[in-house]
């Protein structure tokens, strides 16, 4: 888990509130996990009724944005206005009117996804500078360390993952955490109670994901030569095209052998270096000594 978001998660469980969260970035997961606690932690159901507001930034303008922010609670100590699709907005610039004369009841919550903010821009300046201002950079997870962020994902849940679990389900499903979350949560609901170690087998069994014949088997039996063992899960995969697409297994490839040239330029291959520079777990450096 990201530790800022730890930390804005941790001070609004709190009651240690800011006036306006400005949350950007390429990666929605942790902009939804904090919008979603804010919708329905900081006011309770009578509260919300009056006070919450929920505008979509593709059906609306600034100008009814700020003025909504403007208004007083009633029979409450805080009014939450919460900004979806904030991307979408004209003149985003100017909100930093807002930000220099908020109103103190007001916690109002930007979701500005998929892209970042520039931080050469008056608003970003003004943003960083106010201490009323939560501003949350959302980014994205770099490909090679999303096994060690579904280790951690699973570790919370008091569960290991068997050695190469993590790197199976990152190379089926990508980068994209909502859907690594969404198979996660599955699969925790489908093992028995009391599990504490997810093998190979139970993704085969409950996501589908054969254990066999799947991208990173495969960049194994290269790395190893093993050319009777590549030729059955290439065959698999032409059999099996729907689960196994043709791009995602050129991606894989393609990153695989980049590596391997990575490797083979290094003067230092001791292992710790090699795991640096590769961006890998350094028991997997041998897989790129083609």
């Not at 930034?57 to 944005?65: A, K, Q």
Request: one cysteine or more; glycine letters at 4%; charged letters at 25%.
């Amino acid at each position: 888990m990201s530790a800022e978001y730890s930390r804005i998660i941790g001070d609004l469980k709190n009651k240690i509130y800011k006036g306006i969260y400005f949350l950007y970035g390429e990666e929605p997961y942790y902009i939804d996990l904090i919008s979603d606690y804010i919708s329905e932690n900081i006011l309770s159901e009578a509260e919300k009724s009056f006070n919450q507001v929920v505008i979509y930034g593709e059906e609306s303008d600034l100008p009814t944005i700020i003025n909504t922010a403007r208004r007083f609670p009633m029979m409450a100590n805080h009014q939450v206005v919460l900004v979806r699709e904030a991307q979408y907005l004209k003149d985003i610039d100017l909100f930093r009117n807002y930000v220099d004369h908020p109103l103190s009841s007001t916690i109002l919550v930007i979701c500005y996804k998929y892209k970042k903010l520039d931080k050469r821009t008056e608003l970003y300046k003004t943003l960083n500078k106010s201490n009323n201002v939560v501003l949350f950079d959302s980014e994205k997870l770099r490909d090679y360390k999303v096994p060690g962020w579904i280790d951690d994902y699973l570790s919370e849940h008091n569960i290991e993952a068997e050695r190469n679990v993590s790197i199976i389900l990152s190379e089926y499903l990508g980068a994209d955490l909502a859907k690594i979350v969404n198979e996660l949560e599955k699969l925790l609901i489908t093992i028995p109670r009391g599990t504490k170690k997810i093998t190979a087998k139970d993704i085969e069994e409950k996501i589908g994901i054969s254990k066999d014949f799947n991208n990173f088997e495969l960049q194994g039996a290269i790395g190893k030569r093993d050319i009777a063992r590549a030729g059955r899960i290439v065959n698999h995969f032409e059999h099996n095209q729907k689960d196994n697409p043709f791009v995602v297994t050129v991606a894989t490839l393609f990153g695989f052998f980049r590596k391997v040239l990575i490797y083979h330029f290094l003067g230092d291959k001791s292992k710790n270096n090699v795991a640096s520079a590769l961006g890998i777990n350094p028991f997997f450096v041998t897989d790129y000594a083609l």
